[in-house]
């Protein structure tokens, strides 16, 4: 469970027993964008599965130098990205349903989530 926590951007801030229990209950601070129900109806799902913005999954759409928004492999499970200028477009089939693979000039790779300026 608590890999779903953190996955949620939610930090322990401390914790508290309950008088039925010695179990530990851990209080999180909020660190994204998510209401208390979105996270309450993510945790209670049986998936437990981040909805995250659609990716661009067509290789035409993106351009050597465009201001893009980037998901890291290490990042797949949170909602950290990355925003950087494409140096390198690694995917080389026309479509790719998790995404196009794209180097930044900063030297970060990930999936394309959103093309935020340039030709669209």
Do not use: C, W
């Amino acid at each position: 469970m608590i890999s779903v926590i953190e996955s949620l951007g939610l930090v322990p801030i401390g914790q508290a027993q309950t008088p039925q229990s010695d179990h530990p209950i851990f209080k999180f601070k909020n660190k994204n964008n998510l209401t208390h129900n979105q996270i309450k109806s993510i945790l209670s799902n049986k998936k437990n599965t981040i909805p995250i913005t659609e990716q661009v999954t067509k290789r035409n759409k993106v351009k050597i130098n465009q201001k893009v928004k980037i998901q890291e492999k290490k990042d797949q499970r949170t909602n950290n990205y990355t925003i950087g200028k494409v140096k390198r477009i690694l995917t080389n089939t026309p479509n790719h349903r998790q995404g196009i693979k794209v180097k930044l000039e900063s030297g970060e790779v990930g999936r394309v989530i959103e093309i935020l300026e340039g030709n669209q």
